[in-house]
């Protein structure tokens, strides 16, 4: 146990649509990140947030954003999904302070299709 | 950009024999930190070891060990006394050490089956 949660565990919507993951953080952990894994790949870096504000994006297109509350908890929202948006959806939490080998702590992610 | 590559989609190995797991990488960078991560079919991604690459020192925890090569660009996990718990996919990852990066870059995973 990691002590991060994401929720739902599942979902399935159509393309088009919008979707909200959640993902809950330990005390204390002012920084998270979201990362997409598609099926058989490894997780790619979506964004980083620290301190409520994004500091840090990856290769992803606006329609990917997110939001980060003072409880350590942090959403994903996806616009107009598409296909190929299926994939595990990973956040990681991390303690503050120095740029060291703070390990990040992973959820266990929410599986989300589109159909 | 830095990249990561494993060249073993698969891996299988006995119960209580040795494995080990290879991984590459490319940066231009001299700062930087090397993981191991397992993800079991749980999903949830578990740390197994990490490398500071200023470290000259390869990295050991109980019974998982790496062979950190920095000229080469290698980063590889050995596994000793491989048990049933290890099964699992096996990720390497990369994340500098600038202040402001703290992004890991995976590869794109070894799965590692174990035989009784």
Redesign the interface.
């Known amino acids: 146990e990691t002590g991060v949660t994401q929720s739902p565990t599942h979902l399935i919507k159509t393309r088009g649509q919008q979707v909200t993951l959640r993902c809950s953080s330990q005390s204390g952990h002012n920084t998270v990140s979201w990362y997409q894994q598609a099926l058989g790949q490894g997780p790619q870096f979506i964004f980083q947030y620290y301190r409520e504000e994004e500091n840090g994006r990856g290769n992803f297109p606006p329609r990917f954003s997110g939001l980060q509350f003072p409880n350590y908890s942090s959403e994903l929202n996806v616009n107009a999904l598409e296909l190929d948006d299926s994939a595990l959806y990973l956040c990681a939490s991390r303690l503050p302070g120095l740029a060291g080998v703070n390990e990040q702590f992973f959820g266990p992610g929410t599986r989300l299709t589109v159909l | 950009a830095q990249t990561?590559t494993?060249s073993q989609p698969e891996m299988s190995v006995q119960e209580a024999e040795t494995v080990t797991l290879s991984c590459t990488y490319d940066t231009s960078e001299s700062d930087y930190?090397l993981f191991w991560?397992k993800q079991p079919p749980?999903?949830?991604?578990?740390?197994v070891i990490?490398q500071?690459a200023y470290k000259q020192q390869n990295a050991t925890e109980n019974r998982f060990s790496v062979n950190f090569q920095k000229a080469a660009k290698s980063f590889s996990l050995k596994i000793s006394d491989s048990q049933l718990g290890d099964a699992a996919m096996y990720?390497c990852?990369y994340r500098s050490?600038?202040?402001?990066?703290?992004?890991?870059?995976?590869?794109?995973?070894t799965r590692l089956t174990i035989n009784p």
């Open positions: 990561v494993q930190y991560y749980s999903r949830q991604m578990i740390l990490r500071e990720f990852a050490a600038n202040q402001g990066a703290q992004k890991l870059v995976f590869g794109q995973g």
